[in-house]
């Protein structure tokens, strides 16, 4: 029996248009949709299509997979009950209707990076480094520098980006092109499917961790980072073949913030309203600039992570999730996320400081190039004023 919508053409003529129109209209809806939401459609179902001619060979690019499309996670109504939502601002708002959705499909994956979950311990550091798409030039200069893959004393490097979506549809389309030209040519690039803003750092470093769980479980050590800091890679890895015991333990080293409390300024950056956060305590954690843990600290975040709300500021979340499990970060003298903090009338850019620190906030591309060479520089006479600029 024909459904009641659909109606015999002889018995109503008008009943009949109005189904074909009715029809028309949907068919133009789907259209409409396919057309604007083809960037994010068409890689899944037509892959081949949208992979633009390369200028470089690539022989390294796995073959496009379909990824599966798990159900997009729906907003929290409920947040506009909670008191006050109304006057917070709208990131802030944001933030809370989508708080609990922690699994995004991953758009650019690198799943052989560690050489598989049984090559995984071979890796003696990898270089975790939060990026935005649109940050191009800091990605080139990084791969050149500080974040070569290579072997530093018998200790095998990988470096990976971390990146989300552009927040603007316009963006997001050239920038997801960009992404996917990088991942052909260098192989490193983990890009999720959500929105890449501030209050989604934390998202971000959570399928971070997944995904090392998944893919490079044995890795000895991590180092977390942004893109607008220098690294003194040789150092850091001395600096982690110093921290070895017997068997793997705890270990995170960062520029060390205790008894800091949330920002209540509605205008900052850091602004978390009590709604958020009604403890005026943060935990102890290290700045997100740039931190060093160990394989171990990876995972036990990785697993108490699963039991802490997300919260929007990430190195402070990373901070609760070690205070669960009862774990403490440490300071390292050498990791400076808020700059050198060279004497008043030296160069702050002589390289003979640079020589001994771990890492330094906060760095451009041409930095990055001029400062790795330098530091690199046989007859770099320390103890004797050098200026490279
Ligand atoms: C939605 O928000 C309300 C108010 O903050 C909260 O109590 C509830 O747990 C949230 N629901 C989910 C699924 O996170
Ligand atoms: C985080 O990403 C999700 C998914 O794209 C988005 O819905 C949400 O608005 C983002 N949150 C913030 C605070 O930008």
């Avoid at 009943?15 to 960037?39: F, I, K, Q």
């Avoid at 037509?46 to 992979?51: E, F, G, I, N, S």
């Avoid at 006050?84 to 989508?98: A, E, I, S, T």
Wanted: aromatic residues 10%; proline residues 8%; charged residues 20%.
């Amino acid at each position: 029996m024909a459904p009641s919508w659909l109606c015999d053409k002889s018995a109503s003529p008008r009943c009949y248009r109005l189904g074909l129109w009715g029809l028309v209209t949907v068919g133009l809806l789907g259209l409409c949709y396919l057309l604007y939401h083809g960037d994010r459609l068409w890689p899944s179902v037509v892959p081949k299509l949208r992979t633009p001619p390369s200028p470089w060979a690539a022989p390294r690019l796995p073959p496009p997979r379909a990824l599966p499309t798990p159900a997009p996670c729906v907003a929290n109504a409920s947040v506009r009950d909670v008191s006050g939502f109304d006057k917070l601002p709208g990131h802030v708002q944001d933030f809370m209707r989508y708080q609990h959705c922690r699994s995004f499909p991953a758009l650019l994956s690198v799943p052989g990076k560690c050489g598989g979950p049984e090559g995984s311990p071979g890796i003696f550091l990898l270089l975790a480094i939060k990026s935005a798409p649109v940050n191009y030039e800091r990605r080139e200069a990084i791969r050149k520098t500080w974040g070569q893959e290579r072997a530093f004393e018998g200790a095998f490097i990988r470096r990976l980006f971390l990146v989300g979506v552009a927040p603007s549809a316009r963006d997001a389309k050239k920038l997801n092109r960009l992404l996917r030209l990088e991942q052909r040519e260098h192989g490193d690039v983990l890009q999720w499917d959500f929105r890449d803003t501030f209050f989604n750092l934390t998202l971000k470093q959570v399928l971070f961790h997944a995904w090392l769980e998944e893919r490079c479980p044995g890795v000895r050590f991590v180092f977390n980072g942004d893109d607008d800091i220098f690294v003194n890679t040789d150092n850091v890895v001395r600096f982690a073949m110093t921290t070895q015991g017997a068997r793997e333990q705890h270990l995170m080293v960062g520029q060390l913030f205790v008894n800091h409390r949330p920002v209540r300024l509605q205008r900052s950056k850091y602004f978390v309203p009590t709604q958020l956060l009604a403890s005026e305590r943060y935990p102890p954690y290290c700045g997100g600039g740039g931190m060093l843990m160990s394989g171990f600290t990876a995972r036990v975040i990785s697993r108490e992570s699963r039991n802490v709300e997300l919260f929007p500021i990430d190195d402070v979340y990373l901070g609760m999730c070690l205070e669960k499990a009862g774990l403490l970060p440490a300071s390292h003298a050498g990791i400076r996320t808020v700059g050198v903090g060279v004497p008043a009338n030296a160069d702050p850019f002589d390289p003979c400081y640079y020589r001994e620190l771990l890492l330094v906030h906060r760095f451009v591309p041409y930095e990055m190039a001029v400062m790795w060479q330098a530091i690199h520089e046989p007859r770099l006479l320390c103890g004797k004023r050098v200026s490279i600029f």
